[in-house]
């Protein structure tokens, strides 16, 4: 999909051009993006509190170069607004703000999405009303206590509503995923604690388009799409490497990297 491969590419300058850090799982995340916001989500660019859209919710806030690229690229602010990207006085922090148009809510610790999007949730049941709350989160985030008190949470209050997507890199700041905390069997601990769960290849656009088309998959129950996922997506030389969690491109680097996703450097 063109959407994503330009995510990717916005993502990427925008790093190199503050000096900031963070790309490999934004890269990750680029094909979730592109199908939520073009396919999936019920959302107006122009009219970014319309009171009946989808919520989306960055818990992995740290990497929110994707997603502010995602919403300039869709219209909800001017794309030549990413190049102020971590300047003193600018909207686009460096990690996600609710200030941005189309942000629901401000991350950065991580741990908090979940359970703010059970908040959401449990709010649009209570309201009777159509929307549904997607809540991108990290695999190393798991390691917070406060998801497993929201994954316990939803499915009590049966929260179908709720998509909560995984994207799961098998690598967070430390070190590999398997190293640091062992995740596995994580589709069987999600449904142990009453979730209805897919998995999915992160990166194939007809897989997740087909896994989020028809929600809720099980009546009554709250939703986990484990996206299986490469760091650093696209770039030959950041693919599953650790480095690329916090490191910047160099000029050399980032015209490498635009090339190969053949865009213009």
């Known amino acids: 999909m063109v959407l994503a491969g330009e995510i990717r590419a916005e993502a990427l300058r925008m790093v190199a051009r503050a000096s900031a850090s963070h790309i490999g799982g934004a890269l990750s995340m680029a094909d979730l993006l592109a199908v939520l916001y073009d396919e999936t989500m019920r959302v107006k660019p122009d009219q970014p509190e319309w009171p009946d859209r989808d919520r989306f919710i960055l818990s992995k ?5 994707a997603v502010y690229a995602t919403l300039a690229l869709r219209g909800f602010f001017p794309l030549a607004e990413l190049e102020t990207y971590g300047q003193d006085n600018s909207r686009l922090m460096s990690h996600v703000s609710h ?3 189309g942000i629901e809510f401000s991350t950065g610790s991580l741990g908090h999405g979940l359970p703010f999007g059970c908040g959401k949730a449990l709010a649009a049941k209570r309201l009777k009303k159509s929307w549904r709350t997607f809540v991108m989160l990290s695999d190393g985030e798991l390691d917070e206590g406060s998801n497993w008190e929201a994954i316990l949470f939803a499915p009590q209050h049966r929260l ?27 589709a069987d601990k999600f449904r142990a604690f009453k979730w209805a769960v897919k998995e999915i290849d992160g990166h194939d656009h007809e897989e997740i388009h087909s896994a989020l088309a028809v929600l ?25 490497q650790l480095l690329w969690h916090y490191r910047s491109p160099g000029i050399d680097q980032l015209n490498q990297a635009l090339r190969e996703l053949n865009c213009e450097p």
């Not at 806030?61 to 170069?65: D, E, I, L, N, V």
């Not at 099980?218 to 484990?226: A, D, F, H, T």
Request: aromatic share 4%; proline share 8%.
């Open 61 to 65: 806030g740290h990497s929110c170069t």
């Open 99 to 101: 200030k941005v148009p």
């Open 160 to 186: 179908d509503n709720l998509v909560a997507i995984v994207d799961y890199n098998k690598i967070q700041s430390l070190g590999n995923v398997k190293e640091v905390l062992d995740l596995h069997p994580l």
């Open 216 to 240: 809720p998959w099980e009546p009554s129950k709250p939703n986990c799409l484990i996206a299986h996922t490469v760091k650093g997506k696209g770039v030959s030389f950041m693919e599953n």
